[in-house]
């Protein structure tokens, strides 16, 4: 059974940087067989895409995020992880991670609960 | 790349059928078939109903439905129940520069 688990501060400070890391179980990354998703979803309102990584390490992202985003991916610990710099209240969402079954198509088929991040002073 | 155009609410009674719009352009839906579709129960996590614009995962309900025409997909579900109600969304990857692109939500409300 394919879980995945967020983990990270749930308050941030504004200009700092916001950093969660996703474990996985049920699945190995090392496989290569599917990519790794971070999405958020801000206070009632609808999803957006943040990025994907692929075992390897190759990461794409949302043009509009690309300039404050990091994932990577740590095959030995099965757990991918991101980083959001200089954020602020903007920010403030729940963050979920996710796979990838459709070649980095957006075909999520398994999805973390999500995890509430604050950014606030 | 602007999010994908959903109805903000849609309502049907119980056993009523009803269908959910998603509007992209040539860069999204109409250029690739890769549209799926997620249904999200509030505090909850989304889950896939439809992917591939019309194929369902495994052990999903064939209440629930899928279909593309042009820059446009569609989300069906026939014989509404109660559980249904819940917030849709659609899903299209966009090509290697926007990659995936989410539509802004639909609210069924079953009355």
């Known amino acids: 059974q394919v879980q995945l688990q967020e983990s990270g501060p749930g308050l941030v400070k504004p200009s700092q940087t916001l950093s969660l890391t996703c474990t996985v179980s049920?699945?190995?990354?090392?496989?290569?067989?599917?990519?790794w998703s971070w999405i958020r979803q801000h206070p009632g309102k609808g999803l957006e895409w943040i990025g994907y990584?692929?075992?390897?390490?190759?990461?794409y992202y949302n043009p509009s995020l690309k300039s404050r985003v990091t994932i990577s991916v740590d095959t030995s610990k099965n757990q991918f992880s991101l980083k959001l710099s200089s954020v602020t209240a903007a920010d403030t969402a729940v963050y979920f991670c996710?796979?990838?079954?459709?070649?980095?198509?957006?075909?999520?088929?398994?999805w973390g609960q999500g995890t509430q991040v604050t950014v606030s002073s | 790349q602007s999010a994908l155009t959903q109805p903000a609410s849609v309502s049907g009674s119980p056993g009523q059928s009803i269908t959910i719009s998603c509007t992209g352009s040539?860069?999204?839906?109409?250029?690739?078939?890769?549209v799926s579709w997620y249904q999200q129960h509030p505090g909850k996590a989304p889950k896939l109903l439809i992917y591939?614009?019309?194929k369902r995962p495994s052990g999903l309900s064939n209440r629930f439905s899928g279909s593309k025409s042009g820059n446009t997909a569609s989300l069906t579900i026939s014989g509404l129940q109660a559980e249904d109600e819940a917030d849709y969304y659609c899903?299209?990857?966009?090509?290697?520069?926007?990659?995936?692109?989410f539509g802004g939500g639909t609210k069924l409300t079953v009355l």
């Open positions: 990584i692929y075992y390897s390490g190759s990461a």
């Open positions: 899903c299209s990857y966009a090509g290697s520069t926007t990659f995936v692109i």
């Open positions: 049920g699945d190995s990354i090392s496989s290569g067989d599917y990519y």
């Open positions: 040539n860069s999204d839906v109409g250029s690739y078939n890769l």
């Open positions: 996710a796979r990838d079954v459709g070649s980095s198509s957006g075909r999520f088929d398994h």
């Open positions: 591939e614009a019309s």
